[in-house]
Each structure stands twice: as C-alpha cells, then as structure tokens.
C-alpha cells in the first residue's frame, strides 16, 4: 500500500469543471497551483485560454469548459486552478474551477461512457466512476494532443501589412 492507495488500483485527482466532476490519473499530474497570469493568444482555438510561464517554462493552458462543451463563466477566472499535467512529452495547463480529492474507484463502480453522450465530448472520456456522493468523468488527457494544429481561417490580423512571403495556414501550440 502506497498514500493509503492499495497496489494495482488507478488513483484519479479529481476536479470540478462547471457543475462536472472530473478526474485525470495520478501519474500525470506533476502539479497543482493558482494565481498564475494566462497571457491570451490572438486566433488559438477556444479551448486554448492561453499561455502561463511556470518557473520559465511557458505552458499552453486548456480551457476545459471548452474542452468539455460546458459552459464558461469569465467572470470567475482569477479563481480558478492550474492542473500541471502531462500530456505526451510536453506539460499542459488543465484550467479548472475548484480541486477534489484523489480517488481510487474499483473497477464494479467504473462503466463506459453512455452512447447517447455527444461523441466529441464521449471521446475525451475514458469511463464514468460512480463514487459516494457523486459520479466523476474520467478523462483522456491525451486527447488534448489531438488539437495542436488550429486552422487559421477568417480574416488577417491587421498587423500584418506588407508583402507576404510565405501562406500560413495553421498554427502549432505547444500542447
């Protein structure tokens, strides 16, 4: 037994994201803090809320009520936390509402995803626990990879005057 956690069972450090609680394995997690200030990026998509700088390392920080499709309520971002998790070989920033406790569901409380969930938002979903006082999404975090690239459609910034020398037509972020 290691942290009150019996060999073999899966931990989750959970978190509440909206009215949704959440959990993202244990081993990905590398920290948690707050207060950090989230420099926007012009034209990321919505689920990328910015950068932060963690010590001199710079971290894309994932808006996971967009990530998720909930709803988002700026008016509390100063608030919220930073779930430095990994993703991959890289470290992201999880934007979340509110820190939960590590829980380690057995497998008999774990189900699969229900087919009637919108399939974008059941495929960032690994199973469903169903805990004492609530049921927490168990996330994929490895589906944040999957949004690197952001198409770059619309109109130009009007920064960029002058000749072009090359067609940008989608941006990387470091996620």
């Known amino acids: 037994m290691k942290n009150g956690i019996q060999e073999g069972e899966a931990a989750y450090c959970t978190f509440r994201v909206g009215d949704s609680m959440c959990g993202v394995p244990v081993s990905r997690v590398r920290e948690i803090v707050s207060d950090l200030v989230i420099t926007p990026v012009p034209r990321a998509s919505d689920s990328v809320a910015g950068l ?18 909930l709803n988002s309520n700026p008016d509390d971002t100063d608030s919220r936390f930073h779930l430095i998790t990994e993703v991959g070989s890289e470290l992201v920033s999880l934007c ?12 008999s409380e774990m189900e699969l995803v229900p087919t009637h969930v919108d399939p974008q938002v059941a495929g960032r979903i690994d199973a469903v626990a169903r805990m004492p006082d609530q049921l927490v999404l168990l996330l ?3 589906q944040i990879k999957e949004m690197r690239t952001i198409p770059l459609n619309g109109p130009r910034l009007q920064a960029e005057k002058g000749p072009k020398k090359e067609s940008l037509q989608s941006a990387t972020f470091g996620v």
């Open 52 to 69: 932060i700088n963690l010590r001199g390392q710079i971290l894309t920080v994932i808006e996971m009520r967009d990530w998720l499709s």
């Open 96 to 107: 979340v509402d509110e820190m939960g406790p590590v829980v380690s569901p057995k497998e």
């Open 140 to 142: 994929k975090v490895e």
